[in-house]
């Protein structure tokens, strides 16, 4: 498609003119550019799946929830009331929330890893981190189990 | 290490005057005594009968030690279990009941009124010894550190970096698996569930913690876990028997112990102190 458009219209030929007053130098520099950025998308988080749900409130953290358990709704008070995320199928949102703007259930589905919801009038907060991360880690870890 | 072979030999001592398996032990010659006599015993054994009549007392009788005689019936320790015949636990269910224990201070003795009447120290002696543990461990200098005696855990002092431990609690379907977790410190968790010694028959659990009133395995929890300043077996054994309703009315009435009970659907109630700490994982 590039190469196409190139000499196509005015842009086509406005992008020629331009292309030809470019040094050799210019041309590997743009080069460059242009690997690298192709290159991140291997660097950048895994989508879905293989992340932790924590929920938080007013008190810490009160869940810890693997990212693609079954369809599940947690109901989280705050000084508002409760409101209710959803998780399920390597995503989590809001589902509703006691708070006069919904900006947070308005926020939609999360699932990439680093991804927030926050209700700042209710005081919950959601995040995805990975299952490797130091927080994630830190915890899981158990000191003993009571049975 | 010489203060953690010290806690050892605490709890091993508990272990050996309690046991009804070991025919020497205190608890044994008590029972071979009843309706007869009085047993001298040691400090420690008398502190723990003591205590096991206030749980009886508190829990108005849910939790008792004097059902050793229908626990008998049930051969759990066997590992594959009997189911008793209705006559059977009819006539044993008379020599039940806290109130026939005799103890004298002074002598420091302790004695069964009626015949045939049997203690069983096994819902009282784990926490017991997890607390003689953690006091023997603080007499000898040590700071922070964890006793844990088959899930009856008491803990004190911090980890490194000034850290509190952090103890799960096991999910009473979900044998690998913690259905919430918290962070804690000076104080211990125990939990009392119908998973632990059990046995199935035409469908139905028969499990190791029996109601005094009935002789059978009480029916309205999964589990139940106390957590409180010292160990307390007794406690989560006798608000199992109690059942959700009462259990939980008796754990806020207690301004010393906090609780989770999962009732028999599986459904989970937490106490008023205890529902800010708890963090809930993916098997709730």
């Given at each position: 498609m590039?190469?196409l458009a190139?000499?196509?219209g005015?842009?086509?030929?406005?992008?020629i003119?331009?292309?030809r007053?470019?040094t050799?130098?210019?041309?590997?520099l743009?080069?460059?550019?242009?690997?690298?950025s192709?290159?991140?998308?291997?660097?950048?988080?895994?989508?879905?799946?293989?992340g932790?749900v924590?929920i938080q409130a007013?008190?810490?953290?009160i869940g810890?929830?693997s990212?693609?358990?079954?369809r599940?709704?947690?109901?989280v008070?705050g000084p508002?009331?409760s409101s209710?995320?959803e998780?399920?199928?390597?995503?989590?949102r809001?589902?509703?929330?006691?708070?006069p703007?919904?900006?947070c259930?308005?926020a939609?589905?999360i699932?990439q890893?680093?991804?927030?919801?926050?209700?700042?009038?209710?005081?919950?907060?959601i995040?995805?981190?990975?299952?490797e991360?130091?927080?994630n880690?830190?915890?899981?870890?158990?000191?003993?189990?009571t049975? | 290490?010489?203060?953690i072979?010290?806690?050892?030999?605490v709890?091993?001592e508990?272990?050996?005057?309690?046991s009804?398996?070991?025919p020497s032990?205190?608890?044994?010659r008590?029972?071979?005594?009843?309706g007869?006599g009085s047993i001298?015993?040691?400090?420690?054994f008398?502190?723990?009968i003591?205590?096991?009549l206030?749980?009886s007392?508190?829990?108005?009788?849910?939790?008792?030690?004097t059902i050793?005689?229908?626990t008998?019936?049930?051969?759990?320790?066997?590992g594959?279990?009997t189911l008793p015949?209705?006559?059977?636990i009819?006539?044993?269910?008379?020599l039940?009941?806290?109130q026939?224990?005799q103890l004298d201070?002074?002598?420091?003795t302790?004695?069964?009124?009626?015949p045939?009447a049997?203690?069983d120290l096994g819902?009282?002696a784990?926490?017991f010894?997890v607390?003689k543990?953690v006091e023997?461990l603080?007499e000898?200098?040590i700071?922070?550190?964890?006793?844990?005696?088959?899930?009856?855990?008491r803990?004190?002092?911090?980890?490194?970096g000034h850290k509190?431990w952090?103890i799960?609690?096991?999910h009473?379907?979900?044998?690998?698996q913690?259905i919430?977790?918290?962070?804690i410190?000076?104080?211990?968790i125990?939990t009392?569930?119908d998973y632990?010694r059990f046995?199935?028959?035409?469908?139905?659990?028969y499990?190791h913690i029996?109601?005094p009133?009935?002789g059978y395995?009480?029916?309205?929890?999964?589990s139940?876990?106390?957590?409180?300043?010292?160990a307390?077996d007794a406690m989560s054994?006798?608000?199992f028997?109690?059942?959700?309703e009462?259990g939980m009315a008796l754990?806020?009435?207690?301004p010393q112990?906090?609780?989770?009970?999962?009732?028999?659907?599986?459904?989970a109630f937490?106490?008023s102190?205890?529902?800010?700490?708890l963090?809930w994982?993916?098997s709730?």
């Amino acid at each position: 498609m590039f190469p196409l458009a190139f000499d196509q219209g005015w842009f086509g030929g406005i992008a020629i003119k331009v292309f030809r007053r470019l040094t050799w130098g210019d041309r590997i520099l743009i080069l460059l550019l242009m690997l690298i950025s192709l290159g991140s998308f291997f660097f950048l988080p895994a989508r879905g799946k293989n992340g932790r749900v924590i929920i938080q409130a007013e008190q810490g953290i009160i869940g810890l929830y693997s990212l693609d358990s079954p369809r599940r709704v947690i109901s989280v008070s705050g000084p508002l009331g409760s409101s209710r995320v959803e998780i399920g199928g390597g995503r989590v949102r809001m589902l509703s929330s006691p708070c006069p703007n919904q900006v947070c259930t308005k926020a939609g589905w999360i699932e990439q890893q680093g991804q927030m919801i926050c209700c700042v009038p209710n005081q919950v907060l959601i995040r995805i981190v990975g299952d490797e991360s130091k927080e994630n880690e830190s915890s899981l870890h158990l000191d003993g189990v009571t049975r | 290490m010489a203060a953690i072979g010290r806690a050892f030999e605490v709890m091993q001592e508990i272990e050996n005057q309690a046991s009804k398996r070991i025919p020497s032990s205190l608890t044994s010659r008590i029972n071979q005594a009843a309706g007869r006599g009085s047993i001298p015993v040691s400090a420690d054994f008398f502190e723990m009968i003591k205590k096991s009549l206030e749980y009886s007392r508190l829990t108005e009788g849910a939790f008792d030690i004097t059902i050793g005689a229908v626990t008998e019936l049930y051969h759990f320790e066997d590992g594959q279990g009997t189911l008793p015949d209705p006559s059977a636990i009819r006539q044993k269910l008379p020599l039940v009941g806290y109130q026939q224990i005799q103890l004298d201070e002074e002598r420091r003795t302790v004695g069964l009124g009626r015949p045939g009447a049997m203690i069983d120290l096994g819902g009282i002696a784990k926490g017991f010894a997890v607390n003689k543990a953690v006091e023997s461990l603080k007499e000898s200098g040590i700071k922070a550190g964890i006793v844990n005696a088959g899930g009856d855990i008491r803990l004190f002092g911090y980890k490194p970096g000034h850290k509190l431990w952090r103890i799960g609690i096991q999910h009473p379907r979900k044998p690998d698996q913690v259905i919430a977790s918290l962070e804690i410190t000076d104080q211990s968790i125990v939990t009392s569930g119908d998973y632990e010694r059990f046995f199935i028959r035409g469908g139905v659990r028969y499990h190791h913690i029996l109601d005094p009133k009935t002789g059978y395995p009480a029916r309205g929890c999964q589990s139940v876990t106390i957590v409180s300043e010292t160990a307390t077996d007794a406690m989560s054994a006798g608000i199992f028997v109690l059942g959700p309703e009462k259990g939980m009315a008796l754990i806020e009435r207690l301004p010393q112990i906090e609780g989770l009970i999962i009732d028999r659907e599986g459904k989970a109630f937490v106490s008023s102190g205890l529902r800010s700490r708890l963090v809930w994982r993916d098997s709730h």
